[in-house]
């Protein structure tokens, strides 16, 4: 067997483990979510039942359409927010000549190593301080300071890597103002890097669960991710593991949805952003 064959197969092997190892704690999750509440056999036994009991109860507790409102509506304007200023701020640093560019890259990229959450005390302060505490506005605020970096260092490197400088030029030539240059030429070529935005800060918006808890304490203005809460178990009640499972996957498939509508451009948003700095 030749050496390039060889080398193939290892690595579809290793590849399939990986996948086997990664993929399990799903399969696991799955088949534990169409059980009956009462049925607490084995986990490892999977797919031996099936009731959507687990799902129907899951719904009900979780306020699900009250959460789902919640959860899209901090989501959506957090990632609006983000698109618009992220694609301004990429687009100038991009164009800017000289040395500022590269500076005012290194600075954004710079605020992508400090975390949100070791300043929790004081933005707590802060956010309670200027009146915006259990809104949905402090978790908006949070998230798009904490994405900002990596979406204008993301639109900034697709922006120098994508989009020739010689078509906003023939714009410029032909009478177009730097405003129109930019909503109707440059936004439409980089709707790869902007969906890539939508998907790699969106997710985690979406499934965040620390900025939620320490700011919306209100049952009525608690996300998807803050009424899992419900099935957490404590010193007194077990956790409830079946309508956790479910609750979990009842989350995840808007997220998924979207997904599937914009996975198409998001590999190349990536790819064409990385090529060159």
Not at 85 to 109: C, D, E, N, T
Not at 118 to 134: A, H, P
Not at 154 to 183: H, M, Q, R, W
């Amino acid at each position: 067997m030749r050496k390039g064959v060889k080398k193939e197969i290892v690595i579809t092997v290793a590849i399939a483990i990986f996948f086997l190892v990664f993929l399990s704690p799903i399969v696991i999750a799955l088949s534990g979510s169409f059980r009956e509440l009462k049925d607490t056999s084995s986990y490892l036994n999977i797919f031996q039942s099936f009731s959507l009991e687990s799902y129907r109860t899951a719904f009900e507790k979780m306020n699900y359409f009250r959460s789902l409102k919640n959860s899209v509506l901090i989501t959506v304007i957090s990632v609006t927010i983000l698109l618009l200023v992220g694609s301004m701020a990429g687009y100038a640093i991009a164009r800017l000549k000289g040395k500022m560019g590269p500076f005012f890259q290194i600075f954004f990229l710079a605020g992508m190593i400090v975390s949100a959450q070791m300043s929790n005390i004081s933005l707590y302060r802060i956010v309670n301080g200027i009146g915006i505490g259990n809104t949905i506005a402090a978790p908006i605020c949070l998230y798009v300071t904490s994405a900002l970096p990596f979406s204008i260092f993301l639109y900034t490197n697709f922006i120098k890597s994508g989009v020739p400088y010689a078509l906003e030029e023939s714009a410029c030539i032909d009478g177009a103002s730097v405003p129109y240059t930019f909503f109707r030429i440059v936004i439409p070529l980089t709707k790869p890097a902007l969906v890539s935005i939508v998907i790699t800060q969106g997710v985690p918006i979406w499934n965040d669960f620390f900025f939620g808890m320490l700011f919306l304490s209100s049952p009525e203005k608690k996300t998807l991710p803050l009424t899992m809460l419900n099935f957490i178990g404590d010193m007194e009640n077990a956790t409830q593991w079946n309508m956790l499972f479910a609750a979990c996957f009842l989350s995840a498939i808007p997220i998924l949805i979207i997904y599937v509508f914009l996975q198409r451009y998001f590999v190349s948003g990536l790819t064409v952003g990385a090529v060159k700095g």
